[in-house]
């Protein structure tokens, strides 16, 4: 091989390596915002089901009127 392959080779290994590590940075980066949109939407199921329990519980039909 001659010295200009050599060259060529390592440059597009260099080129892979960081192509590999910026990829590797944004999968993980993705990774961490999926596993807060996955903590946020069970905190958000929690408050929803409270809130149709207490929409339950709350029956308008049984209230007497401030008028009377």
Same mark, same amino acid.
């Given at each position: 091989?001659?010295?200009?392959? #050599?060259?060529? /080779? =390592? ?5 892979? &390596?960081?192509? +590999? *590590?910026? /990829?590797? %940075? /944004?999968?993980?980066?993705?990774? %961490? @915002? #999926?596993s807060d949109?996955? &903590? ?5 199921? %929690?408050?929803?089901k409270q +809130?149709?329990? *207490?929409? &339950? =519980?709350? %029956?308008?039909? *049984? @209230? ?5």
């Amino acid at each position: 091989m001659t010295d200009k392959k #050599i060259i060529d /080779l =390592e440059t597009r290994i260099a080129f892979l &390596e960081d192509s +590999v *590590d910026a /990829l590797n %940075k /944004l999968v993980y980066q993705q990774s %961490k @915002e #999926i596993s807060d949109y996955q &903590e946020a939407l069970r905190t958000m199921s %929690k408050h929803m089901k409270q +809130v149709q329990s *207490d929409i &339950e =519980e709350f %029956k308008p039909q *049984d @209230e007497v009127p401030p008028h009377y």
